[in-house]
């Protein structure tokens, strides 16, 4: 069953690209004409987020260069570890929800020091994978498309990304514990 599943996945990716262009060919779509028109709408796209985004990594490093992270973190760290919760992950709490680079460059860190078998392992690599970027989202996409009150896109989002980290730490113990 893996090698079929395994097959399929190596699969995938090359005939999807392959079978796009020849249908859109088959359709009498002009393929070529088509996707550059699409290149040149996300260019222009590119130039409108720029602003959004310079904004984003200001606040960003403002917010880790002034220490309230840490500041955070350290609020945090005697009520996580009287809950069982592993102090190490903390960070990424506060850090995927606003770069997914960033977060994905602590989740490897965490992996590398403590093993891709380990609790904490197990824990980041689940909470990379069951939250999103939200500031990066709503500050990205919605600033490409103009929308400007974002308000409750951005709490139902967090709100999203803490029932996440919560149900990754709850369910790595369900499941790999004893």
């Known amino acids: 069953m893996f090698e079929f599943i395994n097959l399929i996945s190596a699969w995938a990716i090359p005939v999807i690209i392959v079978f796009i262009p020849l249908y859109a060919a088959y359709r009498k779509v002009p393929v070529y004409e088509s996707f550059v028109d699409g290149a040149k709408d996300g260019f222009d ?8 985004l310079v ?6 490093s403002v917010f ?3 220490g309230a992270m840490d500041l955070f973190i350290g609020w945090l760290k005697p009520i996580c570890e009287q809950l069982g ?8 709490a506060f850090l995927r929800p606003i770069t997914g680079a960033g977060s994905l460059a602590f989740t490897t ?12 392992g197990r824990i980041a690599s689940t909470i990379q994978g069951s939250t999103d970027t939200t500031l990066y989202v709503v500050t990205v996409y919605f600033g ?3 929308i400007r009150k974002a308000g409750y896109a951005l ?6 990304d803490a029932v996440g980290f919560i149900a990754s730490i709850v369910i790595c113990y369900l499941a790999f514990s004893g």
């Open 45 to 52: 796209t590119a130039i409108r987020i720029i602003p959004h």
């Open 55 to 60: 904004g984003m990594m200001v606040a960003i």
């Open 64 to 66: 880790r260069a002034s």
């Open 85 to 92: 919760v592993p102090s190490e992950i903390i960070p990424l």
């Open 109 to 120: 860190d965490l992996i590398s020091q403590f093993g891709p078998d380990s609790m904490v």
């Open 144 to 146: 490409a498309i103009g």
């Open 155 to 160: 709490k139902v989002g967090l709100i999203s």
